[in-house]
T-cell receptor
């Protein structure tokens, strides 16, 4: 009964491919997030959705497209993968917008070769 | 813009040593401050937080005090254990925003 789950845990793919990472939370939260952690452990927010509505969209290449089919799911689709996309991607959720604690998933390690 | 600066790691300590990880921030308003911990192979977990000046957050023996005059939120623990080995992230959110700005993380290794 993992609170925030992501699939897959590991993803190895070649440059130019399109891939998706899925995230689900069973906490009943309204807000979900995608973060990218680079090889130096630096963590940066990419997107956030509240009740299926996009509320944060950082300066991320438009090859990255989040999709929230419902409040409990936030998927990340990446087109035309590049070497620099290699990173660990974390999904997170919080009860609502604002200064609520964010609960993180275990991460998806993406390696682009 | 808002930013968080943490002391460079890695930090290596012996069990029962005293820990300090420095964190300073830059923000235009009155941010909330957080420490998150990432154990090997896992996602981040909230360790402690403080929402206004002079607040002290504490959890699992860790403490941090929100110091507005020095714009700092240093993490301390009096006696570390091997199980505290992890990467520690200082973070802020401003103005009621859900957007977290993280520092670069400090890797702590505690040896028996």
């Amino acid at each position: 009964d993992t609170a925030v789950s992501q699939t897959p845990k590991y993803l190895v793919t070649q440059m130019g491919n399109d891939k998706s990472i899925k995230c689900e939370q069973n906490l009943g939260h309204d807000t979900m997030y995608w973060y990218k952690q680079d090889s130096k452990k630096f963590l940066k927010i990419m997107f956030s959705y509240n009740n299926k509505e996009l509320i944060i969209n950082e300066t991320v290449p438009n090859r990255f497209s989040p999709k929230s089919p419902d409040k409990a799911h936030l998927n990340l689709h990446i087109n035309s993968l590049e070497l620099g996309d290699s990173a660990v991607y974390f999904c997170a959720s919080s009860l609502d917008r604002g200064r609520y604690e964010q609960y993180f998933g275990p991460g998806t390690r993406l390696t682009v070769t | 813009g808002n930013s968080v600066t943490q002391m460079e790691g890695p930090v290596t300590l012996s069990e029962e040593a005293f820990l300090t990880i420095n964190c300073t921030y830059t923000a235009t308003g009155y941010p909330s401050l957080f420490w998150y911990v990432q154990y090997p192979g896992e996602g981040l977990q909230l360790l402690l937080k403080a929402t206004k000046a002079d607040d002290k957050g504490s959890n699992k023996g860790f403490e941090a005090t929100y110091r507005k005059e020095t714009t700092s939120f240093h993490l301390e623990k009096g006696s570390v254990q091997v199980s505290d080995s992890a990467v520690y992230f200082c973070a802020l959110s401003e103005g009621g925003s859900e957007k977290l700005v993280f520092g670069k993380g400090t890797k702590l290794t505690v040896n028996p």
